[in-house]
């Protein structure tokens, strides 16, 4: 298995535009998880799925940021409109039940 | 509540052993986890304990767990240049979310 593959790598984009971050999970994970990295807040839970349905949704800083999962190979995090402070680097994992979870490699936003 | 929380920063010099502290909150956690995160990367699981044990030997790891004080430990026997990074550790709890401490960044110096 490849891991967990995240794309892009590396993204800057202009105050106010909408970004877009993917991810494909390890097949027959059952979980995954969006975390935010920055020096201030360190790793922050935003939004976890079970199954494809959002279970935790309470870590997503503000109506911005929105997260969908329409396959169990598949999901997307977006940000519109994105804003400086939204700068971060973004982690997707998956893991089953019980199990340790599994990151990609990030996702380095700047916003400027 | 939840919260896990880990010191900042550990110095140590090639070849001698690094310990790297731990303490959570929540003792319904049923595995703790320790992360490697190398620079640029993202975070490697280097090994786990059950809420049961008290010890995990892994080669050069060894993982202790005071569950009465809820403190877990990650020794590293013979540091190396290539272990400098940050390690997590991180309890899993009942809802299957992983809480996340805030990192130590070990640096090891020849």
């Known amino acids: 298995d490849a891991g967990v593959i995240q794309s892009p790598r590396h993204e800057v984009t202009e105050m106010g535009q909408e970004v877009t971050l993917r991810c494909k999970p390890i097949s027959g994970h059952d979980y995954l998880f969006w975390y935010r990295q920055t020096m201030m807040r360190g790793l922050e839970l935003l939004i976890y799925f079970n199954n494809n349905v959002p279970i935790d949704d309470s870590g997503m800083p503000e109506d911005r940021f929105s997260a969908k999962m329409p396959n169990a190979s598949f999901s997307t995090l977006k940000i519109q409109p994105s804003e400086p402070r939204d700068s971060a680097v973004y982690f997707c994992?998956?893991?089953?039940?019980?199990?340790?979870?599994?990151f990609g490699s990030g996702t380095r936003l700047t916003v400027v | 509540g939840e919260d896990v929380e880990q010191s900042l920063f550990l110095s140590v010099r090639e070849g001698d052993s690094s310990v790297i502290n731990c303490t959570y909150t929540d003792s319904s956690s049923t595995y703790l986890y320790w992360y490697k995160q190398e620079p640029g990367a993202g975070l490697q699981l280097l090994t786990y304990i059950f809420s049961n044990m008290d010890m995990k030997q892994d080669q050069r790891l060894t993982v202790l767990l005071n569950k009465k004080d809820k403190h877990l430990s990650l020794r590293i026997a013979d540091t190396q240049t290539g272990d400098s990074a940050i390690y997590f550790c991180?309890?899993?709890?009942?809802?299957?979310?992983?809480?996340f401490g805030t990192g130590t960044r070990l640096q090891v110096f020849p």
């Open positions: 991180a309890e899993f709890l009942y809802t299957d979310k992983l809480i």
């Open positions: 994992a998956s893991s089953s039940a019980g199990g340790g979870y599994t």
